[in-house]
C-alpha cells in the first residue's frame, strides 16, 4: 500500500471512530506502529488530525466525545484484558456500583458469576450484561436518558445515590492525567459519575492506555480519590504514558496492569498484574490487599514484577 493510500485510510478510521490506538491503526493497514506513527505525525502537520498519547485523534480532540458505536470497536483488545483482571477485585457478596462506558461493560459481562453480587448502575448496556445473571442483584439509577452511550444522567440519577453506601465505585472515562485525575468530556456523564463516587468506599479507574495522558473538560475523579488503576501494559515506545503511570503512582494510586498481547477473548486469559506502590498516605489497606500480586505470581513472579517495577522507576 503507498504512502498516500495508507494515509488515507487512518484518515478515515480516525474521522469515524474520533480516536483510534496507533496498535489498531497499524493492524487495519497492515504495516508496523514505526510506519503508522510517521504517517500520522504527517497527518498532524496538515491539521488533519491530533497524536494523543499512543493514538490518534480529530482536531479539537479536547472536547469532542465519540459515541457508543464508535468506542466500542476502540482498544478492544486491551479492554477485555482490563476487564479480565479488574474481575479479580469483587468478592462475593458485595456491593458495588458500576459506571457507564465500553470497559465497564465488558467488565459487568465477567460479574455475571458473582453470586450475591449487587450491582448498582446508571448504564442500560452493564444492567443488560447482567439482566440474566440469577445471582447478582442489579439497581438502576434514575434519570434521563443519553442515547450516545446509554447512560442515565440528570438530576434523577444524582438524587437516586443520594444516602447509597457500597464497597467499590468502578469507573472508566475519556482521559486520565495525574494532574487533574479522571475526567469526560460531557458535563451531566461527569456530574453522575461524580455522585457514583461520592456513594463508594473506594474508587476503581478502568483506563486502557491511550486514555494515559489525556485530559477532557470535565473532571469526575480527582487524583487522590482514585484507589486503584486498572490498565493495560503501554507500548515500550510509548514514554508519555509510562511516565503518567509513574507519576500516578507516586500520588499513591495503586496500579494493576493487565497483559492484552495475546488475549483472544474470554474469561480465561490470565492476566499479569503489577501493583505500584501500596496504599496512600493515610490509607489503611484492606486485609491482604497488598499481596494478592505475590499470592497470584508466586515468589518468581513477585521477583519479576519488583524487576518491573524498578525498570519502570528508572525511566
Not at 457514583?196 to 474508587?203: R, Y
Request: proline share 3%; glycine share 10%.
Amino acid at each position: 500500500m503507498f504512502a498516500a493510500e495508507r494515509r488515507q485510510l487512518i484518515l478515515e478510521m480516525v474521522r469515524a471512530n474520533g480516536a483510534v490506538s496507533l496498535r489498531e491503526l497499524a493492524r487495519v493497514v497492515q504495516t508496523s506502529e514505526v510506519t503508522v506513527r510517521r504517517d500520522v505525525r504527517a497527518l498532524e502537520a496538515e491539521g488533519l488530525l491530533d497524536r494523543r498519547h499512543g493514538g490518534a485523534v480529530l482536531p479539537g480532540g479536547f472536547t469532542r466525545e465519540s459515541g457508543f458505536p464508535q468506542k466500542s470497536h476502540l482498544a478492544t483488545a486491551e479492554k477485555t484484558a482490563i476487564a479480565d483482571l479488574a474481575a479479580n477485585f469483587v468478592e462475593e457478596g458485595e456491593a458495588i456500583v458500576v459506571g457507564a462506558g465500553t470497559t465497564t461493560q465488558e467488565l459487568a459481562r465477567r460479574l455475571a458469576r458473582v453470586p450475591g453480587l449487587t450491582v448498582v448502575t446508571n448504564s442500560l448496556l452493564v444492567a443488560q450484561a447482567l439482566a440474566h445473571a440469577n445471582r447478582v442483584e442489579v439497581v438502576m439509577t434514575g434519570g434521563t436518558l443519553r442515547g450516545s452511550n446509554y447512560a442515565l444522567v440528570g438530576s434523577g440519577a444524582e438524587q437516586s445515590l443520594q444516602g447509597l453506601r457500597v464497597s467499590r465505585a468502578f469507573l472508566s472515562g475519556s482521559g486520565l492525567t495525574a494532574e487533574r485525575g479522571l475526567s469526560t468530556s460531557n458535563m451531566l456523564s461527569a456530574s453522575v459519575d461524580r455522585a457514583l463516587v461520592q456513594a463508594a468506599a473506594e474508587v476503581v479507574v478502568l483506563a486502557d492506555h491511550t486514555k494515559l495522558g489525556t485530559d477532557t473538560m470535565f473532571q469526575t475523579v480527582p487524583t487522590d480519590v482514585i484507589t486503584r488503576l486498572v490498565t493495560d501494559e503501554p507500548p515500550a515506545h510509548d514514554d508519555r504514558a509510562h511516565t503518567e503511570l509513574q507519576a500516578l503512582a507516586d500520588q499513591g494510586v495503586q496500579i494493576a496492569v493487565a497483559g492484552a498481547s495475546g488475549a483472544s477473548g474470554g474469561d480465561e486469559v490470565p492476566a499479569r498484574r503489577r501493583a505500584l506502590p501500596g496504599p496512600r498516605r493515610g490509607q489503611v489497606p484492606a486485609a491482604g490487599a497488598g499481596l494478592r500480586s505475590a499470592a497470584v505470581l508466586g515468589e518468581q513472579g513477585a521477583e519479576r514484577e519488583r524487576a518491573r517495577v524498578a525498570d519502570l522507576r528508572r525511566r
